[in-house]
T-cell receptor, first 113, second 112 residues
Framework: DVKVTQSSRYLVKRTGEKVFLECVQDMDHENMFWYRQDPGLGLRLIYFSYDVKMKEKGDIPEGYSVSREKKERFSLILESASTNQTSMYLC????????????FGEGSRLTVL | KNQVEQSPQSLIILEGKNCTLQCNYTVSPFSNLRWYKQDTGRGPVSLTIMTFSENTKSNGRYTATLDADTKQSSLHITASQLSDSASYICVVSLNAGNMLTFGGGTRLMVKP
């Protein structure tokens, strides 16, 4: 059974803290994505990666960075968390250059106080 | 601008009834269209994926249709169950690479 695992389901952080969101997939997929989901706005792409050590900005990269040191792991980093980054964060993976099925993790709900 | 619009935004139906969710898109060039189901507090799970040449695809009680000429898709749920209560998201893929455009979703509530 395919699996995308996000390290934390719920996090509460304070403004200015550094936040790491980890995502691991066990399907040997080339592509990995980070989205945020907010009510009324749908899913918005933050960053994505087609290969190890490769990253591309999505639609809303400001305030975020990513790391992909290994094929199976894609990390989202908030260098200095702000209240407007309170959201549901979803990691996804897929295989191939032309996206096949996206497999999502369970999501990480981040609250920044 | 590539857009995906879903309607209605929310829907309440009684258990056992059928319903149809709509998705209109302006994405071009089109590659494929997917419907995802997202339970509250969980990640989306794929229901169907259709390419340009496919008109309909079923997955159990879920049937998706696609009219590439009018750029419309629908998701029909037959004999709804309480477990169908979720958000349903339409996602359209461009005909190159991994760029996806997400609809805002339809929130369905099935009541006993």
């Amino acid at each position: 059974d395919v699996k995308v695992t996000q390290s934390s389901r719920y996090l509460v952080k304070r403004t200015g803290e550094k936040v790491f969101l980890e995502c691991v997939q066990d399907m040997d997929h080339e592509n990995m994505f980070w989205y945020r989901q907010d009510p009324g706005l749908g899913l918005r792409l933050i960053y994505f990666s087609y290969d190890v050590k490769m990253k591309e900005k999505g639609d809303i990269p400001e305030g975020y960075s990513v790391s992909r040191e290994k094929k199976e792991r894609f990390s989202l980093i908030l260098e200095s968390a702000s209240t407007n980054q309170t959201s549901m964060y979803l990691c996804a993976s897929s295989s191939g250059r032309n996206t096949g099925e996206l497999f999502f993790g369970e999501g990480s709900r981040l609250t920044v106080l | 601008k590539n857009q995906v619009e879903q309607s209605p935004q929310s829907l309440i139906i009684l258990e056992g009834k059928n319903c149809t969710l709509q998705c209109n898109y302006t994405v071009s060039p089109f590659s494929n269209l997917r419907w995802y189901k997202q339970d509250t507090g969980r990640g989306p799970v794929s229901l169907t994926i259709m390419t340009f040449s496919e008109n309909t695809k079923s997955n159990g009680r879920y049937t998706a249709t696609l009219d590439a000429d009018t750029k419309q898709s629908s998701l029909h749920i037959t004999a709804s169950q309480l477990s169908d209560s979720a958000s349903y998201i339409c996602v359209v893929s461009l005909n190159a690479g991994n760029m996806l455009t997400f609809g805002g979703g339809t929130r369905l509530m099935v009541k006993p």
